[in-house]
Antibody, heavy 121, light 112 residues
């Protein structure tokens, strides 16, 4: 059974940093592109970042480019999101999402339960 | 960036009736390989999103055939036949053609 378990969400002041983790199990983690998608309170979904299976290719939404860094450790089956320079509008539930096809097109067949990041003074 | 526009914003449906949700993209999602890179997701209350439809019309595993996706290019539709209580939630379309991936604003479906 595929499982994605996010952690690391917390309350942080503007300008602060956090690192989110997503522990994956039940599939060959090193084969699949992985993503972070966020949802601000009461709002819709926003794709944040994606990383290909090998970890060398990464992509970001303009809203987080230069502040967030996605990475993965295939030996630990874990996805990360390093978030620096946090702003109030980064407040959201952050979901880890797995691509359906190994390094294929962007379709998310499994999602974690999410971890809440709150940025406020 | 590709802008995704959904309508209506909300829908109230009598159980057993049909419902349709429209999704339009600002650019064609039809790839040169003939596939439309458009997904549909449902977020049930208090849950994470779940995949319903990918490539415009292919149902994900376990999705009942009461749900169907259609359309091509810039205009897509999700149809739910014989709406049931389990269909309640917010439906999102997402373009999977190019990054940044972008979602529609969502359509909230409730039961009358």
């Amino acid at each position: 059974e595929v499982q994605l378990l996010e952690s690391g969400g917390d309350f942080v002041q503007p300008g602060g940093s956090l690192r989110l983790s997503c522990a994956a199990s039940g599939f060959s983690f090193s084969t699949y592109t992985m993503n972070w998608v966020r949802q601000a309170p009461g709002k819709g979904l926003e794709w944040v970042s994606g990383i290909f299976s090998g970890g060398s290719s990464t992509l970001y939404a303009d809203s987080v480019k230069g502040r967030f860094t996605i990475s993965r450790d295939n030996s630990k089956n874990t996805l990360y999101l390093q978030m620096n320079g946090l702003r109030a509008d980064d407040t959201a539930v952050y979901y880890c999402a797995k691509d359906q096809v190994p390094d294929g097109y962007w379709t998310f067949d499994y999602w974690g339960r999410g971890t809440l990041v709150t940025v406020s003074s | 960036d590709i802008v995704m526009t959904q309508s209506p914003l909300s829908l109230s449906v009598t159980p057993g009736e049909a419902a349709s949700i429209s999704c339009r993209s600002s650019q064609s999602l039809l790839h040169s390989n003939g596939l439309n890179y458009l997904d549909w997701y449902l977020q049930k209350p208090g849950q994470s999103p779940q995949l319903l439809i990918h490539l415009g019309s292919t149902r994900a595993s376990g999705v009942p055939d009461r749900l169907s996706g259609s359309g091509s290019g810039t205009d897509f539709t999700l149809k739910i036949n014989r709406v049931e209580a389990e269909d309640v939630g917010v439906y999102y379309c997402m373009q999977a053609l190019q990054t940044p991936l972008t979602f529609g604003g969502g359509t909230k479906v409730e039961i009358k």
